[in-house]
């Protein structure tokens, strides 16, 4: 996932329902200025407009509706947005083009990782393109252990080993983190 | 044992683990793109003399010119589609309770969130180390921890204080990013 899907959802619903709000409310309006009995389309004035903006009007409707459609497929389209690639290319050049396999790269942060003692297993995805390159983590960390060892081993240690194995400046990273208790050889019995 | 304090950071990871509000994205996108398309064929296929009438817009038009504005069916149209619409609106524009809880890290590009779960139960682990305390359960209730402890004893100040005491030590190990009051409740083991 994505936050820049989040924002584009939550401004597409914002879109949507406030178009919504103002069609019904303009239809609620009008509904209680209207003289009791007339009819929400009659003969008056509805016919000949449509006839003298004819045909051009309905050539209008239905760009507005492709362009609405579009909208629609696009908006579906990035839903899927942020899910990992197979290969981010780093560089492209006339020399040739420099990928790096996703899957090796998300091993070795993984397994760079399980060597902090917080850290008891370690998945990692890569995400975005190979300009902007995203790290996603699930973490499983021993609960006993600060969260300030966990941030350290992160931004001491993986972080820089994958800004250099990426060639970028940035790469933000985003980790959910699963608590266990440490395994004990023992239980106790009360 | 504190991560430096960074506004920025915190604000971006609490941000990260807001609701992206997929699913009424994706119904309001694929809704969009049907309404678009269908529009879209029937005046093409009009124009181009041959309509189709997939939507029964004769009807439809026969409907509006019988129907007086004032009708309680059509007032319960419009107030629908007002209320959908401020529900899209409500829906864009509250933030909601984020699915994780969000980590101290000190860096806008270093996002850590931990499992609810995962955290409440690191906290009543941290409650039942106190000696005396049997077992122990703890929940979130909006921005404070409610933890509940079964102890064999009587000395209910002692117990409050120290397992209050065992729960922040450890929720400052965690260092979440907006801190939980805790609330103890004491049993009576038996």
């Given at each position: ?190 | ?120 139960r690191a906290l009543a682990h941290a409650a039942e180390e106190v000696s005396g305390v ?37 929720m400052a190990a965690l260092s979440p990013v907006e801190p939980y ?10």
């Amino acid at each position: 996932m994505n936050r820049r899907t989040g924002r584009g959802n939550r401004l597409g619903l914002a879109l949507v329902g406030l178009v919504l709000t103002i069609l019904g409310v303009l239809a609620l309006i009008r509904a209680a200025s209207a003289p009791t009995g007339t009819p929400v389309v009659y003969g008056g004035a509805t016919g000949p407009f449509f006839a003298a903006a004819s045909p051009w009007i309905w050539w209008a409707v239905a760009v507005l509706s492709i362009v609405v459609a579009l909208l629609g497929l696009r908006w579906l389209v990035v839903q899927g947005r942020g899910q990992a690639p197979r290969a981010l290319r780093l560089e492209s050049g006339p020399g040739g083009v420099t990928d790096v396999s996703a899957g090796g790269v998300a091993h070795a942060v993984a397994a760079d990782l399980t060597s902090s003692p917080a850290v008891l297993r370690a998945d990692a995805d890569l995400a975005g393109t190979g300009r902007r390159p995203e790290v996603r983590l699930r973490l499983v960390t021993d609960e006993q252990a600060p969260m300030r060892a966990l941030t350290d081993h992160l931004a001491g240690v993986t972080l820089p080993r994958m800004r250099s194995a990426l060639e970028t400046d940035r790469v933000p990273t985003v980790a959910r983190v699963t608590l266990e208790p440490p395994q004990t050889p023992y239980r106790m019995v009360r | 044992m504190i991560a430096p304090v960074n506004r920025a950071a915190d604000r971006a990871a609490v941000r990260a683990f807001r609701p992206q509000r997929t699913i009424p994205a994706v119904v309001v996108a694929v809704l969009l793109t049907l309404l678009g398309l269908a529009v879209v064929v029937e005046t093409i296929s009009a124009l181009a003399g041959h309509p189709l009438r997939w939507i029964p817009y004769d009807r439809m038009l026969a409907w509006a010119t019988t129907t007086p504005w004032r009708s309680p069916a059509f007032l319960s149209i419009a107030a629908l589609v007002t209320l959908v619409g401020l529900a899209l609106l409500a829906l864009a524009v509250v933030p909601g309770r984020p699915r994780m809880v969000p980590a101290r890290t000190g860096d806008a590009d270093l996002i850590i969130g931990m499992r609810p779960r995962s955290f409440t139960r690191a906290l009543a682990h941290a409650a039942e180390e106190v000696s005396g305390v049997h077992s122990a359960t703890a929940r979130i209730h909006g921005r404070a921890v409610a933890v509940t402890a079964t102890t064999s004893g009587w000395d209910e100040q002692h117990f409050e204080a120290a397992v209050r005491d065992a729960v922040l030590t450890r929720m400052a190990a965690l260092s979440p990013v907006e801190p939980y009051q805790v609330k103890v409740k004491l049993k009576e083991h038996r």
